[in-house]
Nanobody, 123 residues
């Protein structure tokens, strides 16, 4: 079992940066690849990127590359999403999710999900 809690969301101006954090449950968390997704109002859930259980490999959706960076600290059972050069279109609820496999862009491959944290980018 993995329990996930996102934090760090809020209001930020366009062009700014924000760092989201996802806290998991101990050693079990460390065995899962961790993905980040987002969902804007009226939009489908969108894959952002994923980091392997070891933190040595990452994969991002092409449109996210260069602005979004995923990292993890297994000692602290956390995974982070660093966002920069934010745009109003980045406004969404952001979710972290855990998967027993790596690099899946499909949300159905993720067994556990956090509650989400709201990110609002103003122009």
């Amino acid at each position: 079992q993995v329990q996930l809690v996102e934090s760090g969301g809020g209001l930020v101006q366009a062009g700014g940066s924000l760092r989201l954090s996802c806290a998991g449950s101990g050693r079990t968390f460390n065995s899962y690849a961790m993905g980040w997704f987002r969902q804007a109002p009226g939009k489908e859930r969108e894959f952002i990127g994923v980091i392997s259980w070891s933190g040595t490999s990452t994969y991002y959706k092409d449109s996210m590359k260069g602005r979004f960076t995923i990292s993890r600290d297994n000692a602290k059972s956390t995974v982070a999403l660093q966002m920069s050069s934010l745009k109003p279109e980045d406004t969404a609820v952001y979710y972290c999710a855990a998967s027993s496999t790596y690099a899946s862009t499909n949300g159905r491959a993720y067994e556990y999900w956090g509650q989400g944290t709201q990110v609002t980018v103003s122009s």
